[in-house]
């Protein structure tokens, strides 16, 4: 009973982690399309130089 319950448990490690690195690189997608748009749509500064679109 308890190899069985030691299957169950990794299977269940195993298909949470899947999942949450799956979800992971959905956000690291929609992370890299928003900082490419901000390279893209960056504003120009008064010298009429592009300046960083960060604050940091």
């Given at each position: 009973?308890?190899?069985l ?5 990794l ?15 959905w956000v ?9 748009l901000?390279?893209?749509?960056r504003?120009t500064?008064a010298?009429g130089s592009?300046?960083?679109?960060y604050?940091?």
């Amino acid at each position: 009973m308890v190899p069985l319950l030691l299957v169950l448990l990794l299977a269940l490690l195993l298909f949470g982690a899947g999942f949450a690195l799956k979800a992971l690189w959905w956000v690291a997608i929609v992370v890299l399309v928003v900082w490419l748009l901000g390279f893209v749509a960056r504003g120009t500064g008064a010298s009429g130089s592009r300046g960083r679109w960060y604050r940091w």
